[in-house]
């Protein structure tokens, strides 16, 4: 069965500091996604990618940078954490564009205090 | 640019009842279209989708959804909802052209009632 795993499950990270949330998927996927979750704004996209070692940027890219080392794997990146960059974290990924299904993670909790 | 409008943020149903969430979308052609379940604490599943073809599309668990192209609207429907039923339902969008962007609905939290 299609698996999209995220660690870590929850953070706190202090303002300022670099978070890193790691993704990983066995579904043999091309295309890789992360998006955050607040309350009132339902999914948004940050970044993506349809090939290891390249990133597209998604609707809401500033302060976030992510990184594709391998088809598997895929980063998002807070270099400088910031109170609003408070979310619920999800990544997910899919065979292709259009009207394929993306299998997501479960999450990832981030409290930056 | 395509936008998802789920008008309901939160929906109360009494198990047994029928269900129906709603969902309207703006693009000027036909899109794909998507409903999603979070259950607590979990990712996102997909429930159905709708890219061509018979407007009446089944889901899993008894969910099925109709495209209405003249009102933009993809609806989901049950007709009778369990408790655990009880989640948060996203709508989605992706336009048919080749993009791999999807727009999510802000989703409606279904609570029913023993």
């Known amino acids: 069965e299609a698996a999209v795993t995220q660690s870590p499950r929850s953070k706190v990270a202090v303002t300022g500091g670099k978070v890193t949330l790691s993704c990983h998927q066995t579904?043999?996927?091309?295309?890789m996604y992360w998006y955050r979750q607040d309350t009132g704004h339902g999914l948004r996209l940050i970044h993506y990618?349809?090939?290891?070692?390249?990133?597209e940027k998604g609707d809401i890219p500033d302060g976030y940078k992510a990184s594709r080392p391998s088809q598997e794997n895929f980063s998002l990146i807070l270099e400088l954490a910031s109170l609003s960059q408070t979310a619920v974290y999800f990544c997910?990924?899919?065979?292709?564009?259009?009207?394929?299904?993306?299998?997501f993670g479960p999450g990832t909790r981030l409290t930056v205090l | 640019a395509q936008s998802v409008t789920q008008p309901d943020a939160r929906v109360t149903v009494s198990e047994g009842a029928s269900l129906q969430l709603r969902c309207k979308y703006s693009?000027?052609?036909?899109?794909?279209l998507f409903w999603y379940v979070q259950y607590p604490r979990q990712g996102l599943q997909l429930l159905l989708k709708y890219y061509s073809g018979d407007p009446v599309v089944q889901g899993v668990n008894g969910f099925e959804a109709e495209f209405i192209k003249s009102n933009s609207s993809f609806h989901l429907r049950k007709a009778s909802v369990h408790w655990s039923d009880s989640a948060v339902y996203f709508c989605a969008v992706s336009p048919s052209s080749n993009t791999n962007k999807v727009v999510f609905g802000t989703g409606t939290r279904l609570q029913v009632l023993p």
């Open positions: 990618s349809y090939v290891a070692d390249s990133t």
């Open positions: 579904n043999n996927h091309d295309y």
């Open positions: 997910a990924s899919s065979w292709d564009w259009g009207d394929y299904e993306q299998y």
């Open positions: 693009y000027s052609g036909t899109p794909y």
